[in-house]
């Protein structure tokens, strides 16, 4: 099983411009979400999944959509970069149990 | 008031003590408390899930009051390798797939 795999590992874009972080995890967990990690601040959810076809907002959700077509796959689109979105982007993927999430190794992303 | 608070640290400690982290939630309905371990650079990576009735995996003891939402991490005989920043995770109440994170606290321990 190769877990959780985000790409792409380091993107750097320029303001405006958007693009899709990718997110996908071959454990058939039915649960997915997306965090941003600043210094200070933690991690903080934008947002999450909780099967095929729903989403749902986190914490920061501006900025931001997804869309969950499918269990496997949960993309991250940013549809005009800010600088302020400048910062570590993790994917995490569970079963609806009390197990925890599983993350996958993160995106560092920096917008000039 | 923040929804899980804990003591940023630093903790620095000397090999073989133990050690203690504390941390509060703010949601009366949440039903999912974990702690997680992060690496410099790294992603989180679940420490340990925590129960009401209290649980333990070797030298990691977990506790939770629900009463007073409250979560402990205990660590006994800190090792190097234990170095590392910690997070309280709680689930945010209704959707288990709305997990809410402290900011961590850090542990170094030293020689």
């Known amino acids: 099983n190769a877990g959780v795999t985000q790409t792409p590992k380091f993107q750097v874009l320029k303001t405006g411009q958007s693009m899709t972080l990718q997110c996908a995890q071959d454990?058939?967990?039915?649960?997915m979400s997306w965090y941003r990690q600043d210094p200070g601040m933690g991690l903080r959810l934008i947002h999450y999944?909780?099967?095929?076809?729903?989403?749902d907002q986190g914490e920061v959700p501006n900025g931001y959509n997804v869309s969950r077509s499918t269990t496997e796959d949960f993309p991250l689109r940013l549809l005009s970069a800010a600088p302020s979105q400048t910062s570590v982007y993790f994917c995490?993927?569970?079963?609806?149990?009390?197990?925890?999430?599983?993350f996958g190794s993160g995106t560092r992303l920096t917008v000039v | 008031r923040k929804e899980v608070e804990q003591d940023p640290g630093p903790f620095n400690v000397p090999e073989g003590a133990t050690v203690a982290f504390n941390c509060t939630y703010s949601?009366?309905?949440?039903?999912?408390f974990f702690w997680y371990r992060q690496d410099c650079r790294k992603e989180p990576k679940l420490l340990m899930s925590?129960?009401?009735s209290g649980n333990e995996d070797g030298r990691f003891t977990a506790q939770l009051n629900r009463a007073s939402q409250y979560i402990s991490l205990l660590i006994r005989d800190s090792k190097l390798s234990d170095s590392a920043t910690y997070l309280c995770?709680?689930?945010?109440?209704?959707?288990?797939?709305?997990?809410?994170f402290g900011k961590g606290t850090k542990l170094s321990v030293k020689p």
């Open positions: 925590v129960y009401s």
């Open positions: 999944s909780v099967g095929a076809g729903i989403t």
């Open positions: 454990m058939n967990h039915e649960y």
């Open positions: 995770v709680v689930n945010g109440g209704g959707s288990q797939g709305n997990l809410i």
């Open positions: 995490a993927s569970s079963y609806p149990s009390s197990r925890g999430y599983t």
């Open positions: 949601n009366s309905a949440s039903q999912s």
